[in-house]
């Protein structure tokens, strides 16, 4: 009796649950306005997908590396930069340096928490920077030789010799809690940053959720999750609604998804050919890779082929309009000589170029040859990256007018690091720091990881940056930067020692789901995809 009694007063809820759904109320809403669970499309209205950025193989840690590659998202630094790429204040609200540019002195805010409720002060400040110094990750603080914090609000930077890119770093480097701080930090960062660290599923995705105590005021959007994806798969996946933002390729870039706008953003992200600048003498480094190619130590080929690549053309067919014209490491940087613009495409000049400098097509096959050797070499790219593997083939192709044969190979980033001292390659760089300039043709750095792999070597361009680095004024450093890569005589540029050909700066194209507002964005360096989300604390959804 009781197990029939109880079947009905089951029935009966349902009936009563059921006319009141039919009549707009429920008992909770009083015959009020209707309730209803949200619809998927409302519960992620304040939420943003996005695919294509980079996953750090060190965490999330800025001690190790991970704020290099763009804004740390969940860290903040002293200084930022605004659209225009100016330096801001973040953290800091001010600073100084000594007369003799030794002492850099920051005041921090005195209003800011860590993400854990802590506050955050310039022993924090002091505690990063020399974690960073002393963590031999790829942030490079050899320049530092201790951070004070002489009180909550004020910490005392002193460098070892003058050093002008050091502001740069003080825009880089995101701050850390010395409470919170341990080896397994970049797992589960906390920070001070617009957005709090909810959850890293490696390989896959990581998500981050606003930081409603956030000194700048609260982000506009609840929840981000970054999607960890191949270029075909999230391509596929924006087509299918799945992602809000995502990154592609210029060959993607062309094609249209539906309910989403292209954004191409232009960059300094360029590629080039790096050239060994050393004969083959049989040398190699402490490692056993050898050092030295004997034809792109010739100054006569790398400045031909400096003048017979069409790098407009390079844009046109491999990156379908989605770029421009490399000639340096810093195009448009302030620090950047807009006198290293050589006229290329020009094969007349280039012939012209190698016959001066010996090389003749003595046997008729259409390579030419100094002393018996033939201008042949290969370029090295990184296997499986298509736009690197498409700008190798079409300048490879450009360079046979000229006699010179340029043989593309696909390789791995270790076996490309066993080759990159005797072979040309196809690298990508692209920073808003000079000092990158310097890693890349410094003497002092021949050699050193994947620094000057090329053991490029020229006493007047090491005295011009070695000046420049030691400038207390920023515009003095400039000028230094600038005569390091042509100063009328000499240089490392085309016009110079040519020790690159750079070929194109890359457009960073992203398909941005409409009514997405991301916002008026930069001009990006190499980062991986971060630095679109720089702003990420001022997106939301129109």
């Known amino acids: 009796m009781m197990s029939k009694m109880r079947v009905w007063l089951a029935a009966l809820v349902v009936l009563v649950l059921a006319v009141a759904a039919i009549s707009g109320c429920t008992p909770e809403s009083d015959g009020g306005e209707a309730t209803r669970p949200p619809t998927d499309e409302e519960a992620r209205a304040n939420e943003v997908v996005m695919a294509g950025v980079w996953e750090s193989d060190v965490g999330w840690d800025p001690v190790q590396g991970w704020s290099a590659y763009g804004h740390p998202v969940f860290q903040s630094t002293l200084l930022t930069r605004d659209v225009n ?31 854990d409720g802590e506050p955050l002060t310039a022993k924090d400040v002091a505690f990063t920077f020399e974690k960073a110094k002393d963590s031999g990750s790829v942030v490079d603080l050899t320049i530092l030789a201790s951070a004070v914090a002489t009180d909550d609000e004020i910490v005392v930077f002193t460098l070892n010799e003058p050093r002008s890119t050091f502001l740069y770093q003080l825009a880089t480097i995101g701050i850390v809690p010395e409470h919170a701080y341990d080896d397994d930090y970049g797992m589960n960062p906390i920070g001070s940053g617009p957005f709090k660290f909810v959850q890293w599923d490696q390989g896959q995705q990581l998500i981050v959720e606003a930081n409603d105590d956030y000194y700048g005021g609260r982000p506009k959007i609840d929840k981000v999750t970054f999607l960890f994806m191949e270029e075909d798969a999230r391509f596929a996946a924006a087509k299918a609604g799945d992602i809000d933002v995502v ?34 003498e049989g040398d190699t480094t402490e490692a056993g890779h050898p050092i030295g190619n004997d034809v792109t130590s010739d100054l006569a080929i790398r400045q031909a082929i400096n003048y017979a690549i069409d790098r407009q053309a390079l844009v046109d067919g491999v990156l379908s309009g989605f770029g421009s014209p490399a000639y340096t490491v810093s195009d448009g940087m302030a620090w950047w000589n807009p006198d290293t613009v050589i006229e290329d495409g020009d094969i007349e000049r280039a012939k012209q170029i190698l016959a001066d400098g010996g090389w003749t097509d003595e046997n008729g096959n259409g390579i030419v040859q100094k002393n018996g050797l033939e201008a042949k070499f290969a370029v090295i790219y990184p296997a499986g990256e ?7 083939m079409v300048a490879s192709d450009q360079l046979k007018e000229i006699g010179i044969e340029m043989t593309p190979e696909g390789k791995s980033w270790d076996e490309i690091e066993t080759l990159m001292h005797s072979n040309a390659v196809l690298f990508g760089w692209g920073s808003y720091d000079p000092l990158e300039m310097y890693n890349l043709y410094s003497t002092s750095y021949a050699g050193q990881g994947w620094w000057n792999t090329g053991f490029y070597s020229n006493p007047t361009v090491d005295e011009y940056m070695d000046d420049a680095l030691r400038a207390t004024d920023e515009d003095e450093a400039n000028e230094l930067w600038k005569k390091a890569q042509w100063d009328g005589t000499t240089g490392f540029s085309a016009k110079g020692d040519a020790a690159w050909s750079w070929l194109v700066n890359l457009d960073h194209c992203y398909f941005v789901r409409e009514g997405l507002n991301t916002g008026e964005h930069r001009v990006e360096a190499h980062g991986h995809g971060w630095i679109f989300a720089a702003d990420l604390k001022d997106w939301h959804w129109e």
Not at 249 to 266: N, R
Not at 386 to 392: C, G, H, I, P, Y
């Open 85 to 115: 790429l100016y330096i801001e204040n973040d953290l800091a609200t001010g600073y100084e340096i000594s007369d003799d540019g030794i002492t850099w002195t920051v005041t921090v805010r005195d209003d800011v928490v860590f993400h």
């Open 247 to 280: 990154a592609v390729p210029a060959t993607l870039a062309t094609q249209d998804i539906a309910g989403m706008d292209l954004v191409a953003v232009e960059s300094i992200d360029n590629r080039g050919l790096m050239f060994p600048f050393l004969p083959d």
């Open 386 to 392: 298509q736009t690197r593997q498409s700008l190798a």
